[in-house]
């Protein structure tokens, strides 16, 4: 099984200011054969279900705003808020659909400080 | 607008059974895989299973926590995806989420989610 672990657990961050995320796979989930990086970010808010924010490593979903960005390839991969705002407190997880079985990272809890 | 409804989730006694159904609307339901994910209180996210689409066989996955306890199984013409369990433990309780992947393909990020239902196997 692919391990993906997460880091920070969580973290506090002002208006306005970056936030970043950090994620490592045990192994590689970058299929040569397409060059693409099977892995995801999802946001969750309290009470809510996930929401994709970032797929193919660095995807932005559609009307997720350009903050958000994806970044890395291989084994280690970052999300970065560039200029954080309210509404997006909230626990981030990663996953690879690189192969079965899923996995996610433990998540990181986002809030403001 | 593709919606995602789950139903059949409850309280239930350790070693019964229970089916989950998610009803899907507004795609082509036979097109994609989809897949169950749980979320047990206070914690993060876990892959339950997935059953591929017809261009990929129907077949299922599972995770090793579930395999041979639960099946995944999908009536294409009623676009409803079901999660049959069996023999449940008290681990098993969670919030249970039906999801569709993004494009057609057996594997890409999960672009739409149900509301979840929530399995509490107690005594």
């Known amino acids: 099984d692919i391990v993906m672990t997460q880091s920070p657990d969580s973290l506090a961050v002002s208006l306005g200011e970056r936030a970043t995320i950090n994620c490592k796979s045990s192994?590689?989930?970058?299929?040569?054969?397409?060059?693409?990086?099977?892995l995801a970010w999802y946001q969750q808010k309290p009470g809510q279900p996930p929401k994709l924010v970032i797929s193919?490593?660095?995807t932005r979903e559609s009307g997720v705003p350009d903050r958000f960005s994806g970044s890395g390839s291989g084994t280690d991969f970052t999300l970065t808020i560039s200029s954080l705002q309210a509404e997006d407190v909230a626990v981030y997880y990663c996953?690879?659909?690189?192969?079965?079985?899923?996995?996610f990272g433990g998540g990181t809890k986002v809030e403001i400080k | 607008e593709v919606q995602l409804v789950e139903s059949g989730g409850g309280l239930v006694k350790p070693g019964r059974s229970l089916r989950l159904s998610c009803t899907a609307s507004?795609?082509?339901?036979?097109?994609?895989?989809m897949s169950w994910f749980r979320q047990a209180p206070g914690k993060g996210l876990e892959w339950v299973g997935s059953?591929?689409?017809?261009?990929?066989?129907?077949?299922?996955e599972y995770a090793a926590s579930v395999k041979g306890r639960f099946t995944i199984s999908r009536d294409n013409p009623k676009s409803i995806a079901y999660l049959q369990m069996n023999s449940l433990k008290t681990e098993d309780t969670a919030v249970y989420y039906c999801?569709?992947?993004?494009?057609?393909?057996?594997?890409?990020?999960?672009?739409?989610w149900g509301q979840g239902t929530l399995v509490t196997v107690s005594s």
């Open positions: 999801t569709r992947p993004g494009k057609r393909l057996l594997w890409s990020g999960e672009s739409y």
């Open positions: 507004g795609f082509t339901f036979g097109d994609y895989a």
């Open positions: 059953i591929r689409s017809k261009a990929y066989g129907g077949t299922p």
């Open positions: 192994q590689s989930v970058l299929y040569s054969s397409n060059n693409k990086n099977y």
């Open positions: 193919w490593a660095s």
């Open positions: 996953q690879q659909y690189y192969s079965s079985p899923l996995t």
